[in-house]
C-alpha cells in the first residue's frame, strides 16, 4: 500500500498532539449538547459550526425539520483515487423527560459529558460523540498540515443509529432508528469506495454485524374489578392479561437462551451470538389497580445473524407465545438485516497498518457484542461500500452509561484515523 511521505505524516501527528486538548474540549461541548434521540438538530448545527470555525467545507443534509445529517470533505485532487467516508452517529441514548418518566433514571452518564483528569466521561461522548470528534480533529490535522490526497476524505456525522422503531403512539420519523440517517446520506449521493464507523471497539475490526427484529406481542383479557375477580384454572382464559404477559415473559427469556446457543457461530472474526430480549411490557391503569387488565403488550428485541430469515424469526417467537395463550397476536414493527462486508482488503490493511504504527502491535479480535450488535456498518456493506467499524476502547460497557475515554487513546484513535486516510486516499 502507497504511504504518504514521512515529513507529511509527522506534521499530521504534531497538529494532532498539538490540539489534545481541543479533542477533550470538543467531546465535551458535543457530549454536553442536549439533543436527545428523534431530536439530533441541536448537535448538528455544533457539528457544523465546529466545521466552519475551522476552515473545513460542511453541509447539512436536512431530513426532517430536526434531524439532519452533517457532511464534511477534504476533497482530494486525482479523480479515480480511493476515497474513504468516515461515519459517527448524532443520536445517543434516549435520555430527558422519556427517560426520566419510564426508566425512572436521570442518570447523568446518559445526558452530558464531564471529565475528571485525563478521563472523559459521559455514554453521549461514548456513543458515539467521542468518536466523532477524534475524526472532526484529525480533519483539522489533515487540513492544517496540507496532506495531499488524491481521493476524498468524507466526514459523516448523522441522525438515527441507535435502536429506535415507531410503535403505538410513538410514530413517525422521529421514532425511526437503526441506519436511518446513513440510509438517507448513501440514497441521496454520499458515497465512497470504502467506510469506517468510528465506534468503540477496543482497537478491534469488526465488518460483521447482526440485524434486528422488533416485536410487540399483545395478549388480551378482561376488565374485572378485584372483589368480582374470577379466576380460571386455564391460563389462557385467565381474566388477566398481565397474568399472561408474565408467563410470556418467562417463555420468551427460556427460548432467547436457547435461540442465542442454537445461532452462535464462529467466523473469521471471531464468534457471533444473537441475543434477544423483552425490553418493555405495558398493561393496565397504574392509578386503578383494581381491574383487571384487558391488554398486555411485551416489546422484544431480537438480534438476527447476518442472511437471516427474518420471517422465521419471527414465525419461531408467534409459535413460542402462542404456546401460552393461542390468541396472542405478535406483530413484528422493524426489521433491519445484518452484514457481513466483503472486499474490505484495502481499508482493513490500512487499519491494520495504521494501528501497528501507532499504538504497536495487531488489532485484536473484536469483542462478541462487537461481532453481534447493529452498526452502520450494515448500511454501507449493504449497498455495495466495503466498511468496517473500528476505534479505541471505552472500559466497561456491560452497564448502560458506564466507561469512560482515556484522552491519550484518543488523540492514538486520532493519528491511526489519520494515517488511514493519508495511506488509503493517497
Not at 95 to 123: C, K, Q, T, Y
Amino acid at each position: 500500500m502507497t504511504r504518504a511521505d514521512t515529513a507529511s505524516r509527522d506534521r499530521v501527528f504534531e497538529l494532532i498532539d498539538a490540539d489534545r486538548e481541543l479533542l477533550a474540549e470538543t467531546c465535551l461541548e458535543l457530549g454536553n449538547t442536549f439533543a436527545p434521540c428523534g431530536h439530533e438538530q441541536p448537535v448538528a448545527d455544533a457539528v457544523s459550526a465546529w466545521y466552519e470555525r475551522h476552515g473545513i467545507p460542511a453541509r447539512q443534509q436536512q431530513i426532517l425539520a430536526d434531524r439532519s445529517n452533517v457532511v464534511a470533505t477534504l476533497a482530494g485532487s486525482r479523480p479515480g483515487a480511493r476515497s474513504l467516508i468516515f461515519n459517527a452517529h448524532l443520536d445517543t441514548e434516549i435520555s430527558g423527560p422519556d427517560h426520566a418518566n419510564l426508566m425512572e433514571s436521570s442518570d447523568p452518564n446518559l445526558v452530558g459529558a464531564w471529565r475528571e483528569g485525563d478521563r472523559i466521561f459521559g455514554h453521549t461522548v461514548l456513543n458515539d460523540r467521542g468518536c466523532m470528534s477524534v475524526f472532526m480533529v484529525m480533519a483539522k490535522a489533515l487540513k492544517g498540515a496540507g496532506a495531499q490526497l488524491g481521493g476524498d476524505v468524507i466526514l459523516t456525522s448523522v441522525a438515527g443509529e441507535t435502536g429506535m422503531a415507531p410503535v403505538d403512539e410513538y410514530q413517525g420519523l422521529n421514532y425511526e432508528g437503526k441506519g436511518f440517517g446513513t440510509r438517507h446520506l448513501v440514497d441521496h449521493g454520499v458515497r465512497a469506495d470504502y467506510a469506517l464507523v468510528a465506534e468503540t471497539t477496543a482497537w478491534s475490526k469488526s465488518w460483521i454485524e447482526c440485524g434486528a427484529v422488533y416485536l410487540k406481542i399483545t395478549l388480551r383479557g378482561r376488565n374485572m374489578y378485584t372483589p368480582r375477580l374470577i379466576r380460571e384454572p386455564d391460563l389462557p382464559d385467565h381474566p388477566n392479561a398481565i397474568v399472561k404477559g408474565a408467563v410470556v415473559a418467562t417463555v420468551l427469556e427460556a427460548w432467547g437462551i436457547d435461540y442465542e446457543e442454537r445461532n452462535a457461530y464462529i467466523s473469521e472474526l471471531g464468534e457471533v451470538r444473537p441475543k434477544a430480549q423483552v425490553g418493555a411490557i405495558r398493561g393496565g391503569v397504574p392509578y386503578r389497580p383494581n381491574r383487571s387488565s384487558p391488554v398486555c403488550k411485551l416489546y422484544m428485541d431480537v438480534r438476527t445473524l447476518p442472511g437471516a430469515d427474518q420471517d422465521a424469526v419471527v414465525d419461531e417467537v408467534r409459535a413460542v407465545a402462542r404456546s401460552v395463550d393461542p390468541a396472542a397476536e405478535v406483530d413484528c414493527y422493524m426489521a433491519k438485516a445484518g452484514r457481513v462486508g466483503t472486499g474490505l482488503g484495502p481499508l482493513s490493511d490500512a487499519v491494520e497498518q495504521a494501528y501497528g504504527e501507532i499504538v504497536g502491535g495487531a488489532t485484536p479480535p473484536p469483542q462478541v457484542a462487537h461481532t453481534s450488535m447493529w452498526r452502520d456498518t450494515n448500511i454501507f456493506n449493504a449497498v455495495g461500500i466495503p466498511s468496517l467499524t473500528f476505534g479505541p476502547p471505552r472500559g466497561s460497557a456491560a452497564v448502560q452509561g458506564t466507561g469512560h475515554f482515556e484522552l491519550d487513546d484518543l488523540v492514538a484513535a486520532a493519528k491511526v484515523y489519520a494515517a488511514v486516510a493519508m495511506d488509503l486516499c493517497a
